[in-house]
C-alpha cells in the first residue's frame, strides 16, 4: 500500500513539474508589467489584468490562427493521404533491407528545417511557388513531417493480422478494397493519433513560415508573437496573452480527443 501511494505521489510531482509552465503562462497573462518582474514573484496576479480582447483586436488573432490553421489541416490532409499507403506497404514487406529502409526514412525527419529552408527557398523560386507562400509552407512542412507519419502508422499495420487481408481476397475484394474496407478502418484509432500528431505539430510550425510568407496577412500565429518583441524592449504581458490564446485551442483539441489518442497509444500506434 505504501508503495502504491508513494508511485502515486512522485507520479503527481512529475506531472506538476511538466504542466508548471502552462500554469505559469495563464497567470502571467493576468498580470500587470510590473508585476511581472517582481521579486519574490507572485503566483497569483494581485490585480487581474484581462487582456485577450485587446490582444484579439489589436493583432486580429483570428487571421493568425485561421492561417495557423490551414497551414496545419493541408499538411495533415496531405500526409495523411500519401503516408498511410507507403505505411501500409512498408508493414507488409518483410525482407532485410526493410531495416536500411525505416533508417533512411527516419534520417529524413532528423534534417532541421533551418537547414532545409534554403535549397526549399530556391527550389520553390525557381518553379514558381513562392508566389503562393501557405502553399509552399504546406508542401515543406508536409514533406518534413511525411517520414514521422509513416514510421508512427506502420508500427499500427503491423497489428493488424495479415490473415483478416488474405480473407478479404479470397472474397473477391481487390488489394485496394481490402486495404480501404478492412485494414483501415481497424488501424482508424492510430491512424487518427498519428494525424493529431502531425496537426499539432504543423500548427506550431515556424521557419518554413518565417522564411517563405513576407505578407502578415498570410502568417500563421506562430509568426505573429513577433509582434510584441522590440529591439529595446518587449511586451510581456502581451506575449503571454498572445500564447495563452495560441495555446488553448490545442488543449481543447487533447481534451475531446484523450479517449481516442489513449486507445491509439495502446493498440500500438507508437511503438
Known sequence: ??????????????????????????ITALKSGTEIFANPPTFWPENPQWMVGEVWTRLKMDVYLWNSLLIASGVTIIVAICGTGCAYVLSRIRNRWMDVVLFIVLMMQVLPSSL??????VAFNQVGLNEVP??????AQAAKVLPLYIVLCRAT???????????????GNSRIGAF???IVPLARNGILVTSVLIFLQSFGEYVYSRSL??????QPATVGLQSFMGPNTSDWSGVMTYSAIYVTPVLIIFVLLQRQIVSGLTSGALK
Open 180 to 182: 480501404l474496407s478492412i
Open 116 to 121: 532545409m529552408i534554403t535549397p526549399i527557398f
Open 134 to 139: 501557405r502553399t509552399s509552407v504546406i508542401l
Open 157 to 171: 499495420f503491423l497489428q493488424v493480422p495479415r490473415e483478416l487481408e488474405e480473407a478479404a481476397l479470397v472474397d
Open 1 to 26: 500500500m505504501m508503495k502504491k501511494y508513494g508511485l502515486t505521489a512522485i507520479a503527481l510531482c512529475l506531472v506538476s513539474f511538466y504542466l508548471f509552465p502552462l500554469y505559469w503562462m495563464y
Open 213 to 218: 510568407i513576407t505578407q502578415r496577412a498570410l
